[in-house]
């Protein structure tokens, strides 16, 4: 085994050790010595001491390490030389000695701790890493962080990654030694059966083995694939019950078990298998993250099969309705006339019944002959019209409905049963559903006689009363509440990823009692440690939006609000932005049409930031040679481009489908491809021409929004959706854009979700792109949204549709304007104790958030499911209405903030036409059912993007660059009035080819001379 993980290659490394390269200003900055300092310099007399002094400051105050004389910068030994009248120096005698002298001098005049005497603190955080993140980089990366946080001195790359590598070493040691012990005979006897066939013969594709069936999810809604998975749910239950006691007792986190079964999803049974007593600590952890998983699966299956039902039975109610009506006014017209004629009847049989003149055998013959008429045989048949009026919803207030329920329940009940009966939805001891549900399973499916509607609403009650078929009515009755109760929080998934109890996805709450301030500090939330001072400030906010809108509004100087005739609410406008006649015309920026190919395009991104060694082996150990770049931009593009694997295979000359395929399985991670997405807008961020493009330079105004694309396949992740898909199903893609044009984050959810649970998690993303004020449309807007992006410290600026019309909130007390004089509804007024009173589980919520503990989406769509009763959310509520109302109270009163977030979010809009123009294969449509696929697809989508949209600002900013200084400022206006998202001028279709001769002439950039050069001072390169 290697002395040391792979951690870091030879460039970055390199990187690490080395001292970092400033530029003139940053030199100013750095090598400029503070007081202390420049007394010890006065003592030194030799100049290579005097310098070398100066250098270590300047570098320890940049990194936090030292460095020795052989690795100084050249051109920051000549400025100290030049800045300190060193004359000539001779560096060589920069000993060792000399340097940890100085060393001692400075950590101690900076507070800092030596490494050595902080050696045992941070190998016991790095072990303490390694248990909860297994991405041996990720934990080198957090030791770094951790180290400068507790202002230690950092080692060399040598040092930590050898405390890295030890700890994993330790904490894998620990882990099958503990296995040892819990591993019983029969277990471990059961989890070799997982390598075996079923009749124990070698394996083929019709005999696969018994762990490469478990690794199956058919995210179908088709009944076999429903079925074939609560088969292998059953399976997973009766080992998930013996395994999941052992992974108790050895402490895994939940990134751990996520690693070691990601790893066998990925991994030939062979692989896993030679793995020794390693094989059963991975076999454990699959077993028990593919029983959530499926779980998972299951229950998303049962709240979408509940809803296509129920919107099936809708529409086929309202039909029914709609024929009946056409059906029962000739029925009605036949039935209101033959009573008119049989009333009319009886009363010529009243008269003779009454009539003096006839004798009583008289009247027996007249009845007996008005009994023969053809009348009365009409009038005997109108009541078998009157019964089929009636049962058609004549007599039912809900009409045909549960009728159409009963109907469809086969349908239903083929999809769900095995569901019900298989998957143990956990509720109330006292909740009648819980009770329904367990006697379900108890009776194998089977309904109890009388069975059990305790959780049946009245009217439910009624038609399963008068039903012809009373036990397929109940079932489908029955599989809706338990849908309805999962989606509120009454039933629950107790292992499970994204059905559990709300309180579970929060940090410990023993640990959070007692890490409460440090993991405040930690998340810089100290300053919200009590209510008080957050809910002061917000109530003077508040006040003043109040007093400055209703002012202007009175005075008549607010020039967006024209009121209504009739005094109804008043309108706001935002002019559109005005055309200057005399502009010059566009001047043309980009190469032709179609003259760059998309493979130059990755390979000139790659050599500028290097973003393919983000994609790394999924396994840190006995890594195989890594495969050519070449292979990675046909993945890419297969992915991006929606072209599959198999035609870019066939689309190109170099690079073979097993190749590809191997290559996506082992390197292609959603979170691998975000941390290369990261990659490609730091590099646009550090670009100078990326700034034109920003309207305020010290604001980041970022936006979200959501792009649908149809589904091609069957799959459980996609849904209906008329107004987009008409007939068929789809997804959403839900993109985040900053001001320079940077796609930062994208995700893919079903088209029934709203998109307001994903916004949080999507700022929460990364540290590129640290958004100061973030806009959505009305989509994206919720008040629980309002106060989480309050408590992250970032000004949620949404477009909200008819927002006057919206309800304004104060604080109790508060002396608040008449609204209804303007034309607005009244104020309403908050309940400010229950904030107060939840105020240490909103701390929790928050921290769980910004620690990564839990993603956004999930704890958010879980929350939302309590809307109706949790204390959290009401809470939550209560303070975004506070943080919502003074938001509309400014944009009301500021036309120009309602034009910014109108341009911030056409930005995004024509993102949509460039993500249509590069996702251009199989007619845009997803040929993917599984949930991984679709956001893998998505993410490498993206990444193509932002690549394109790097390299446009590399040329535009060497076109700026060579432009004639006279020229300069007119092309940095021509450049600021346009955009990088262009993409004419690539050719993204044809053959592509990945051999070096095609980029013999592909351009270059220097990017040291572009990220220093500044337009507006520097002379021209002919100049």
Same mark, same amino acid.
């Given at each position: 085994?290697?002395?040391?993980?792979?951690?870091?290659?030879?460039?970055?490394?390199?990187?690490?050790?080395?001292?970092?390269?400033?530029?003139?200003?940053?030199?100013?900055?750095?090598?400029?010595?503070?007081?202390?300092?420049?007394?010890?310099?006065?003592?030194?007399?030799?100049?290579?001491?005097?310098?070398?002094?100066?250098?270590?400051?300047?570098?320890?105050?940049?990194?936090?390490?030292?460095?020795?004389?052989?690795?100084?910068?050249?051109?920051?030994?000549?400025?100290?030389?030049?800045?300190?009248?060193?004359?000539?120096?001779?560096?060589?005698?920069?000993?060792?000695?000399?340097?940890?002298?100085?060393?001692?001098?400075?950590?101690?005049?900076?507070?800092?701790?030596?490494?050595?005497?902080?050696?045992?603190?941070?190998?016991?955080?790095?072990?303490?890493?390694?248990?909860?993140?297994?991405?041996?980089?990720?934990?080198?990366?957090?030791?770094?962080?951790?180290?400068?946080?507790?202002?230690?001195?950092?080692?060399?790359?040598?040092? +930590?990654?050898?405390?890295?590598?030890?700890?994993?070493?330790?904490?894998?040691?620990?882990?099958?030694?503990?296995?040892?012990?819990?591993?019983?005979?029969?277990?471990?006897?059961?989890?070799?059966?997982?390598?075996?066939?079923?009749?124990?013969?070698?394996?083929?594709?019709?005999?696969?083995?018994?762990?490469?069936?478990?690794?199956?999810?058919?995210?179908?809604?088709?009944?076999?694939?429903?079925?074939?998975?609560?088969?292998?749910?059953?399976?997973?239950?009766?080992?998930?019950?013996?395994?999941?006691?052992?992974?108790?007792?050895? @402490?895994?986190?939940?990134?751990?078990?996520?690693?070691?079964?990601?790893?066998?999803?990925?991994?030939?049974?062979?692989?896993?298998?030679?793995?020794?007593?390693?094989?059963?600590?991975?076999?454990?952890?699959?077993?028990?993250?593919?029983?959530?998983?499926?779980?998972?699966?299951?229950?998303?299956?049962?709240?979408?099969?509940?809803?296509?039902?129920?919107?099936?039975?809708?529409?086929?109610?309202?039909?029914?309705?709609?024929?009946?009506?056409?059906?029962?006014?000739?029925?009605?017209?036949?039935?209101?006339?033959?009573?008119?004629?049989?009333?009319?009847?009886?009363?010529?049989?009243?008269?003779?019944?009454?009539?003096?003149?006839?004798?009583?055998?008289?009247?027996?013959?007249?009845?007996?002959?008005?009994?023969?008429?053809?009348?009365?045989?009409?009038?005997?048949?109108?009541?078998?019209?009157?019964?089929?009026?009636?049962?058609?919803?004549?007599?039912?207030?809900?009409?045909?409905?549960?009728?159409?329920?009963?109907?469809?329940?086969?349908?239903?009940?083929?999809?769900?049963?095995?569901?019900?009966?298989?998957?143990?939805?956990?509720?109330?001891?006292?909740?009648?559903?819980?009770?329904?549900?367990?006697?379900?399973?108890?009776?194998?499916?089977?309904?109890?006689?009388?069975?059990?509607?305790?959780?049946?609403?009245?009217?439910?009650?009624?038609?399963?009363?008068?039903?012809?078929?009373?036990?397929?009515?109940?079932?489908?009755?029955?599989?809706?509440?338990?849908?309805?109760?999962?989606?509120?929080?009454?039933?629950?998934?107790?292992?499970?990823?994204?059905?559990?109890?709300?309180?579970?996805?929060?940090?410990?709450?023993?640990?959070?009692?007692?890490?409460?301030?440090?993991?405040?500090?930690?998340?810089?939330?100290?300053?919200?440690?009590?209510?008080?001072?957050?809910?002061?400030?917000?109530?003077?906010?508040?006040?003043?939006?109040?007093?400055?809108?209703?002012?202007?509004?009175?005075?008549?100087?607010?020039?967006?609000?024209?009121?209504?005739?009739?005094?109804?609410?008043?309108?706001?406008?935002?002019?559109?932005?005005?055309?200057?006649?005399?502009?010059?015309?566009?001047?043309?920026?980009?190469?032709?049409?179609?003259?760059?190919?998309?493979?130059?395009?990755?390979?000139?991104?790659?050599?500028?930031?290097?973003?393919?060694?983000?994609?790394?082996?999924?396994?840190?150990?006995?890594?195989?040679?890594?495969?050519?770049?070449?292979?990675?931009?046909?993945?890419?593009?297969?992915?991006?481009?929606?072209?599959?694997?198999?035609?870019?295979?066939?689309?190109?000359?170099?690079?073979?489908?097993?190749?590809?395929?191997?290559?996506?399985?082992?390197?292609?991670?959603?979170?691998? +491809?975000?941390?290369?997405?990261?990659?490609?807008?730091?590099?646009?961020?550090?670009? %100078?021409?990326?700034?034109?493009?920003?309207?305020? %330079?010290?604001?980041?105004?970022?936006?979200?929004?959501?792009?649908?694309?149809?589904?091609?396949?069957?799959?459980?992740?996609?849904?209906?959706?008329?107004?987009?898909?008409?007939?068929?199903?789809?997804?959403?893609?839900?993109?985040?854009?900053?001001?320079?044009?940077?796609?930062?984050?994208?995700?893919?959810?079903?088209?029934?979700?709203?998109?307001?649970?994903?916004?949080?998690?999507?700022?929460?993303?990364?540290?590129?792109?640290?958004?100061?004020?973030?806009?959505?449309?009305?989509?994206?807007?919720?008040?629980?949204?309002?106060?989480?992006?309050?408590?992250?410290?970032?000004?949620?600026?949404?477009?909200?549709?008819?927002?006057?019309?919206?309800?304004?909130?104060?604080?109790?007390?508060?002396?608040?304007?008449?609204?209804?004089?303007?034309?607005?509804?009244?104020?309403?007024?908050?309940?400010?104790?229950?904030?107060?009173?939840?105020?240490?589980?909103?701390?929790?919520?928050?921290?769980?958030?910004?620690?990564?503990?839990?993603?956004?989406?999930?704890?958010?769509?879980?929350?939302?499911?309590?809307?109706?009763?949790?204390?959290?959310?009401?809470?939550?509520?209560?303070?975004?209405?506070?943080?919502?109302?003074?938001?509309?109270?400014?944009?009301?009163?500021?036309?120009?903030?309602?034009?910014?977030? @109108?341009?911030?979010?056409?930005?995004?809009?024509?993102?949509?036409?460039?993500?249509?123009?590069?996702?251009?294969?199989?007619?845009?449509?997803?040929?993917?059912?599984?949930? @991984?696929?679709?956001?893998?697809?998505?993410?490498?989508?993206?990444?193509?993007?932002?690549?394109?949209?790097?390299?446009?600002?590399?040329?535009?900013?060497?076109?700026?660059?060579?432009?004639?200084?006279?020229?300069?400022?007119?092309?940095?206006?021509?450049?600021?009035?346009?955009?990088?998202?262009?993409?004419?001028?690539?050719?993204?279709?044809?053959?592509?080819?990945?051999?070096?001769?095609?980029?013999?002439?592909?351009?270059?950039?220097?990017?040291?001379?572009?990220?220093?050069?500044?337009?507006?001072?520097?002379?021209? %390169?002919?100049?």
């Amino acid at each position: 085994m290697a002395r040391h993980l792979p951690l870091l290659d030879a460039t970055q490394r390199r990187a690490f050790d080395q001292p970092p390269v400033f530029n003139s200003p940053q030199r100013q900055l750095f090598f400029a010595l503070p007081d202390w300092a420049t007394r010890f310099l006065d003592s030194l007399l030799a100049p290579h001491s005097r310098g070398g002094f100066v250098l270590q400051v300047g570098y320890f105050k940049a990194t936090g390490r030292f460095f020795p004389a052989d690795r100084f910068v050249p051109a920051d030994r000549v400025y100290v030389q030049q800045r300190y009248q060193l004359g000539p120096v001779e560096w060589a005698r920069y000993d060792k000695t000399t340097r940890f002298h100085h060393r001692e001098q400075i950590l101690q005049q900076f507070g800092v701790r030596p490494f050595e005497q902080a050696e045992a603190d941070v190998r016991q955080q790095v072990t303490h890493f390694a248990r909860q993140q297994m991405n041996p980089v990720a934990v080198f990366r957090s030791a770094a962080d951790y180290i400068r946080a507790h202002r230690w001195e950092l080692p060399t790359y040598a040092a +930590l990654a050898g405390l890295v590598t030890e700890a994993f070493r330790t904490v894998e040691h620990q882990l099958t030694t503990q296995l040892v012990h819990h591993l019983t005979p029969a277990l471990r006897q059961q989890l070799d059966a997982l390598f075996t066939t079923p009749d124990d013969a070698p394996a083929h594709s019709h005999r696969p083995y018994r762990l490469t069936t478990l690794k199956r999810r058919l995210e179908l809604m088709r009944p076999a694939a429903i079925r074939a998975n609560a088969q292998d749910y059953g399976v997973l239950h009766a080992l998930f019950t013996q395994v999941y006691p052992v992974v108790q007792a050895l @402490e895994l986190s939940e990134e751990m078990v996520r690693y070691y079964a990601r790893y066998v999803e990925r991994a030939q049974v062979f692989q896993v298998q030679q793995q020794a007593d390693k094989k059963y600590l991975m076999v454990l952890c699959f077993v028990v993250y593919q029983y959530y998983q499926v779980g998972d699966l299951l229950t998303e299956t049962l709240l979408q099969a509940v809803q296509t039902h129920r919107n099936a039975a809708q529409r086929e109610t309202q039909e029914r309705v709609y024929r009946q009506q056409q059906d029962s006014a000739d029925q009605l017209r036949q039935v209101l006339d033959g009573v008119v004629s049989h009333g009319a009847a009886l009363a010529r049989l009243e008269d003779v019944a009454f009539s003096f003149a006839r004798t009583n055998e008289e009247k027996v013959a007249a009845l007996l002959a008005w009994l023969q008429t053809p009348d009365v045989t009409a009038f005997a048949q109108l009541r078998q019209t009157a019964q089929h009026l009636r049962k058609g919803g004549g007599g039912s207030t809900s009409g045909p409905y549960y009728q159409v329920i009963a109907d469809r329940s086969r349908k239903l009940q083929h999809r769900l049963g095995e569901i019900l009966r298989t998957v143990a939805y956990e509720g109330a001891a006292d909740s009648p559903l819980a009770q329904a549900l367990a006697q379900y399973r108890a009776r194998d499916g089977q309904v109890g006689s009388p069975p059990t509607t305790g959780f049946l609403k009245a009217a439910e009650r009624a038609a399963l009363a008068q039903a012809d078929s009373p036990v397929t009515l109940y079932k489908a009755l029955l599989a809706g509440h338990v849908a309805d109760h999962l989606k509120a929080g009454k039933l629950n998934l107790a292992h499970s990823l994204r059905y559990r109890p709300f309180d579970t996805y929060l940090l410990d709450a023993a640990a959070w009692e007692r890490q409460r301030d440090p993991l405040l500090v930690r998340t810089d939330l100290m300053h919200l440690r009590a209510p008080g001072p957050l809910l002061a400030e917000w109530q003077t906010k508040l006040a003043t939006a109040f007093a400055r809108t209703c002012e202007r509004l009175a005075a008549g100087t607010n020039p967006g609000m024209r009121p209504r005739a009739g005094g109804g609410r008043p309108r706001f406008l935002t002019p559109a932005r005005p055309v200057d006649e005399d502009a010059p015309a566009p001047r043309p920026l980009f190469p032709g049409p179609g003259l760059v190919s998309l493979h130059e395009v990755l390979h000139t991104v790659q050599q500028a930031c290097r973003f393919t060694d983000c994609l790394e082996h999924w396994s840190p150990r006995n890594r195989p040679p890594r495969p050519a770049e070449r292979v990675f931009f046909a993945g890419l593009m297969a992915y991006g481009c929606n072209l599959g694997l198999t035609r870019m295979a066939h689309a190109t000359k170099h690079v073979a489908l097993a190749s590809l395929e191997n290559t996506v399985n082992w390197y292609f991670s959603l979170e691998n +491809l975000r941390r290369a997405n990261d990659a490609v807008i730091a590099l646009t961020g550090k670009l %100078p021409v990326s700034r034109l493009f920003k309207r305020h %330079p010290e604001v980041v105004h970022t936006s979200s929004d959501g792009q649908k694309y149809y589904v091609a396949v069957d799959s459980i992740h996609a849904t209906y959706s008329y107004k987009y898909f008409g007939q068929e199903k789809g997804i959403v893609s839900y993109g985040f854009l900053d001001d320079r044009h940077r796609l930062f984050y994208s995700t893919t959810f079903s088209s029934s979700e709203r998109e307001a649970p994903y916004l949080v998690g999507g700022l929460l993303h990364n540290d590129v792109v640290e958004s100061t004020i973030h806009s959505t449309d009305t989509h994206g807007f919720t008040e629980v949204n309002f106060a989480l992006t309050a408590f992250l410290g970032i000004e949620f600026a949404p477009r909200i549709q008819s927002f006057q019309d919206q309800q304004l909130y104060a604080f109790a007390g508060m002396d608040v304007p008449d609204l209804t004089a303007y034309g607005l509804a009244p104020v309403k007024y908050i309940d400010q104790g229950l904030i107060e009173d939840q105020w240490d589980t909103l701390l929790r919520l928050v921290v769980s958030l910004k620690q990564k503990h839990v993603t956004a989406s999930t704890l958010l769509r879980r929350l939302n499911s309590y809307s109706q009763q949790h204390p959290v959310y009401l809470a939550l509520r209560e303070l975004g209405r506070v943080v919502r109302t003074e938001f509309l109270l400014r944009y009301m009163d500021d036309q120009a903030l309602r034009k910014r977030i @109108e341009d911030q979010l056409d930005k995004l809009e024509s993102t949509h036409t460039f993500a249509r123009a590069v996702f251009y294969g199989q007619n845009g449509q997803i040929p993917y059912a599984g949930k @991984e696929e679709q956001q893998l697809a998505d993410a490498c989508k993206q990444l193509v993007q932002n690549a394109i949209v790097c390299w446009n600002c590399l040329y535009l900013n060497q076109y700026l660059f060579q432009a004639p200084a006279a020229e300069r400022q007119a092309v940095a206006d021509a450049i600021a009035a346009s955009s990088p998202v262009s993409w004419q001028h690539l050719n993204l279709h044809g053959e592509f080819d990945f051999s070096d001769e095609a980029l013999k002439d592909s351009l270059r950039f220097d990017l040291e001379a572009l990220y220093a050069f500044n337009w507006e001072q520097a002379p021209g %390169p002919s100049d």
